[in-house]
């Protein structure tokens, strides 16, 4: 800032003495933010290849619970070594104000740390999202792909939501043989077990229908018929209810571990901007930073 002072005919330019210079150096979060992002990815591919390196398909490796475990503290590891260099980048490169207090030095550079996590999980997670979009679509057009083939070797009709009461509707009383229609019969079979997972229940008439049709095609009496489809459909329902279950235990995991990271990463950023700007001052005082004995 500079004041003007106007003595006669001359002009005399007089130099302020304090300057105004931001809290929160912008340019300075956004370096520290690449960074973090940078070395974060560095250390995640180092695990990942290390992972990869020390498992094998043929079960001699660790099991999966255990790189499940290591995957996720190696995550927060890195996350943390990570963020921590982001924040000392953005830290030691904020400009420090003049005449501002200690506290409020430390409290500028530590918010300028955590200003650098905040660009870097919001990037980060835009990627990841992004790649998870694109993951889904491909997998979404390999499963229709597959399920198409499998349909077609069936002889089931694509893509039809309404097959069951198609096949309740068409429904005969006398089972077809064991020759007669065998595709059509088993992709029948498995659009009403399809709807006795979705729906949860077997209806009488289903298990009747099933029994007749494993009567016919494996000379069972309708008694024994019809235990081996309340086990079958049993099974199933168990099978889904597992899966599902498996899902939700992953998903749990994951935003448990996902937060662990995140949390690690924040403290890591702030505590590291704090440690740049305590070099910086040092080093625009012309002292030697302190090494910690040991």
Known sequence: MEDTAIVGENVEVIQSATTSRAALSWSAAIAGALAAT?????????????????????????????????????????????????????????????????????????????????????????????????????????????????????????????????????????????????????????RILANTVSTGQLSGDDRTYLAGIVSARTGMSQDDAQKRVDEVTNSARERAKQVADTARKTAAYFSFWSFMALLFGAVAATLGGILGGDLRDETALGEPPSVAAG
Not at 41 to 48: C, K, M, P, R
Not at 71 to 92: D, N
Not at 146 to 156: D, H, R
Request: charged share 10%.
């Open 38 to 190: 940078a070395v974060t990815f560095l250390l995640i591919s180092l695990g990942s290849g290390i992972g990869l390196a020390v498992t094998s398909p043929y079960g001699s490796g660790p099991s999966a619970a255990t790189m499940t475990i290591a995957g996720a503290v190696w995550l927060i590891l890195a996350q943390t070594v990570g963020f921590a260099s982001g924040g000392f980048i953005a830290g030691r490169l904020r400009v420090q104000a003049e005449s501002a207090p200690l506290d409020e030095t430390h409290f500028r550079d530590g918010a300028t740390g955590f200003m650098a996590w905040t660009i870097g999980a919001a990037f980060t997670g835009l990627v990841l999202a992004g790649t998870t979009t694109l993951t889904g679509i491909v997998a979404a057009r390999a499963g229709a792909s597959m399920a198409a083939s499998a349909i077609q070797a069936t002889g089931a009709q694509a893509s039809d939501p309404t097959g069951y009461f198609v096949d309740t509707l068409m429904r005969s009383n006398q089972p077809a043989a064991p020759a007669a229609n065998a595709n059509d019969q088993r992709a029948e079979v498995a």
